[in-house]
């Protein structure tokens, strides 16, 4: 019998990957990211779905053990979540929740560690993590004004991207706002966020009804 297979991630991980790759290495190596680096692999964070999607492809493809194991955890932390935040037993979706809500909920689960987190401090679905993920640790800009983007950096980075930069990343962002108005339209999909452990439930996030049970 064939075993799980292995699709390669979405094009544009594919791009959010290299621009990173450029991106790190034009910083020389300002970029603390490495294997066993998990600081931003702990606590939840909006995803949307179309990195629901990606989760899920990259789920089919692991061996039912790993795949199980990870879903377990997620299963637990959405059910963690739900107990203190039961306006997600209505809905997953996030579009109607404020930032406040949403920086509520993280501070109240910061510690739980991302459903995908190995032992060793390895990305069990690395290949399908979500975007926010394949460009998290690039120094961040605002105002002129050039910082760390995670608490392991800690200083003010000296280098800063070149306009080029800047501007590939936008238009990725514009390449992810277009495929996300196409998987709305194609799904019927009532928004576009929910946070991360929801992305491993093997269910679409919008099967839920107005009265919180699943259809």
Excluded at 12 to 28: C, E, G, P, Y
Excluded at 81 to 96: G, N, Y
Excluded at 159 to 173: D, Q
Excluded at 197 to 205: A, C, N, Q, T, V
Aim: aromatic letters at 6%; proline letters at 8%.
């Amino acid at each position: 019998m064939a075993g799980p297979t292995h699709p390669s991630p979405p094009p544009l991980a594919q791009k959010t990957d290299r621009w990173f790759q450029r991106a790190s290495a034009a910083l020389l190596g300002e970029v603390p990211c490495r294997l066993g680096c998990t600081s931003c692999c702990i606590g939840p964070f909006p995803i949307t779905i179309l990195d629901v999607q990606t989760l899920q492809e990259g789920l089919a493809g692991l061996p039912a053990t790993q795949r199980q194991r990870i879903e377990q955890r997620a299963i637990e932390q959405t059910a963690a979540m739900e107990t203190a935040f039961p306006q997600l037993t209505t809905t997953e979706l996030l579009d109607e929740w404020s930032d406040q809500e949403i920086d509520r909920l993280a501070t109240a689960f910061h510690q739980h560690p991302c459903p995908a987190l190995e032992a060793n401090g390895g990305c069990g679905l690395y290949e399908h993590r979500p975007l926010v993920c394949r460009s998290m640790g690039i120094p961040t800009e605002r105002d002129g004004l050039a910082q760390g983007a995670c608490e392991v950096q800690i200083f003010i980075p000296i280098l800063r991207l070149s306009s080029s930069f800047r501007e590939e990343e936008a238009r990725l962002l514009q390449e992810e706002s277009a495929a996300l108005d196409a998987l709305r339209l194609a799904t019927g999909s009532a928004g576009e966020e929910v946070f991360l452990p929801y992305g491993f439930l093997r269910r679409d996030p919008c099967e839920k009804s107005e009265t919180g049970q699943e259809n």
